[in-house]
């Protein structure tokens, strides 16, 4: 029975990928920050009396804060992946000890679980409406 290959056998540049990480996780604080930095005096946006006013600056609020939780949650993952290169478990299932496939890392290097643990919990997430 032929083992399965390890991650490091798929060849990877592991100096690569960390440095790919890092630059992730530095673009996401960035762009956190800017998400989050209080407004300057008297830049205040007021909502008016009539129906509509300020409705622009409302959707982009309520778009921000859909962004700043989208961009938390990838920087968590981008922090476990890092993690995992440091440990040594870099490409490796954190749900079932599976190895992710080489294609998955490539293309998403923030990726700790493999395909079907992914799947699995995006089906038990609860649905927005």
Do not use: N
Request: aromatic share 2%.
């Amino acid at each position: 029975m032929e083992m399965p290959s390890s991650p490091r056998d798929d060849a990877l540049d592991l100096d690569a990928v960390r440095r790919e990480l890092e630059d992730r996780r530095q673009h996401a604080h960035e762009r956190l920050a800017a998400l989050t930095a209080r407004p300057e005096r008297g830049s205040a946006v007021g909502f008016g009396k009539r129906i509509g006013d300020g409705t622009s600056e409302a959707v982009s609020r309520w778009t921000d804060v859909g962004v700043g939780g989208s961009l938390e949650r990838g920087m968590h993952r981008t922090e476990r992946a890092l993690a995992k290169l440091a440990e040594g478990t870099y490409g490796v299932c954190d749900d079932c000890g599976s190895v992710i496939g080489r294609g998955r890392l490539k293309a998403m290097p923030d990726a700790v679980r493999c395909v079907d643990c992914a799947a699995a919990e995006r089906r038990a997430a609860p649905r927005r409406r």
